[in-house]
């Protein structure tokens, strides 16, 4: 894990849900769904995908808006999000597929659970590259 300040908020354009822990992890999620559609909407396959984190009702026990895409605007696509400038704690994992994106926030939430740290819950994301997944944690 590193810290990093993020100097310039950004916007990523792309399918929106909102939702929440208890449901994703009860079987009644939309997150799977929300991640097949944005990939049949439109999405070439080029542009880096962002998965943002926003809308926190509260904390990680609340409900809070996800939003999936690109920096540019894929056709057919219509919402977006400012990811905010600020600190931000980054976790990493060299394979981006579901199981360690899974992996990788059980462990930030075990890290948060026993870190001085905090969460500011401002906006969250995980940037997906070639073999690797980036995951952004706002902290104040």
């Keep these: 894990m590193q810290i990093i300040e993020l100097k310039e908020s950004f916007e990523i354009c792309g399918l929106k849900i909102r939702t929440d822990n208890a449901s994703e992890m009860n079987g009644g999620g939309k997150?799977?769904?929300?991640?097949?559609?944005?990939?049949?909407?439109?999405?070439?396959g080029i542009d880096e995908i962002y998965a943002v984190y926003h809308e926190y009702e509260s904390d990680v026990n609340d409900s809070y808006s996800l939003l999936i895409g690109t920096k540019g605007l894929p056709?057919?696509?219509?919402?977006?999000?400012?990811?905010?400038?600020?600190?931000?704690?980054?976790f990493s994992k060299e394979s981006a597929g579901e199981k360690a994106v899974i992996e990788l926030?059980?462990?930030?939430?075990?890290?948060?659970?026993?870190?001085?740290?905090?969460?500011?819950?401002?906006?969250?994301?995980e940037k997906y590259?070639?073999?690797?997944?980036?995951i952004y944690v706002s902290i104040k």
């Design 105 to 125: 926030w059980r462990e930030i939430w075990e890290f948060f659970e026993n870190s001085n740290l905090k969460r500011a819950y401002m906006t969250d994301f």
């Design 31 to 44: 997150i799977a769904n929300l991640w097949r559609e944005f990939l049949n909407s439109g999405y070439n």
């Design 75 to 90: 056709r057919g696509v219509y919402e977006k999000v400012s990811v905010k400038a600020g600190k931000y704690a980054v």
């Design 129 to 134: 590259l070639k073999d690797k997944i980036e």
